[in-house]
């Protein structure tokens, strides 16, 4: 089971910041999770629609410039992030898992991609997740080879039918609904199981008994040494 740092290693440091990022590589993640969302046609990397939880700014997102939001404290000193300033940081040393928290990221998400692969990047570098399951299904439309993460908070009747029906990688689950039902039935379809956010060593046992993939961690070094 593959520990991802949850916006980056927001346990330790300010969430979806480039020393967040960096300290979720270096304590050994595989897999980094960031949040994004469009402004004014770029890519910034946050979590919420407006700036007051994780900065020392108040207000919309969408009332900011980007130069305005490059002011904001992000917490320690720290920015809030384009997407590119990630990936180059990453540089391929971790998959990125990008989640779209919007659905006008998604064709930018998109170009981004593909001017990476095209500089020579694998495109395994990527994986896009989303709660916008018809965003996820216009991207695979547009880029087939692309991984999608199906983001549910909860257990539908149909189970994992509606990430299979996605082409999906994986489908990416709340870890309060889960249960083995799902695991099973999209393991059956060739879908990973990933589990979000589990910060406890408890549940991370358990979920790791019942066969999931994956969780997305606020504390990557110590869900590591747990399983180590
Ligand atoms: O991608 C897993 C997780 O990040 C989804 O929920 O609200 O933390 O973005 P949230
Ligand atoms: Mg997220």
């Not at 990430?163 to 309060?176: F, K, M, P, R, W």
């Amino acid at each position: 089971m593959i520990c991802i740092g949850h916006r980056g290693a927001r346990g330790y440091a300010p969430e979806n910041t480039l020393v967040s990022i960096e300290l979720a590589i270096t304590q050994g993640a595989p897999w980094v999770e960031i949040d994004v969302r469009e402004l004014r046609g770029e890519l910034v990397v946050i979590h919420d629609e407006t700036v007051d939880r994780t900065t020392d700014g108040t207000g919309l997102l969408s009332q900011f410039s980007i130069a305005q939001l490059q002011q904001l404290d992000a917490g320690k000193g720290q920015q809030i992030p384009l997407l590119t300033q990630v990936v180059d940081l990453i540089d391929q040393r971790a998959v990125l898992n990008i989640e779209l928290k919007d659905s006008a990221s998604a064709p930018l998400v998109l170009a981004l991609i593909e001017d990476y692969v095209n500089r020579g990047w694998s495109l395994d570098n990527f994986i896009v997740s989303s709660f916008f399951h018809h965003d996820l299904h216009w991207l695979k439309q547009q880029y087939p080879a692309l991984r999608i993460g199906v983001l549910s908070a909860g257990v539908g009747m149909s189970y994992a039918v509606f990430a299979q029906e996605l082409s999906a990688y994986s489908i990416n689950l709340c870890g309060e609904s889960i249960n083995q039902q799902i695991i099973d039935d999209a393991h059956q379809r060739q879908l990973k199981v990933m589990v979000y956010t589990v910060n406890s060593a408890s549940q991370c046992l358990a979920l790791q008994a019942m066969g999931v993939d994956g969780i997305f961690t606020d504390f990557p070094s110590d869900m590591i040494n747990l399983l180590a």
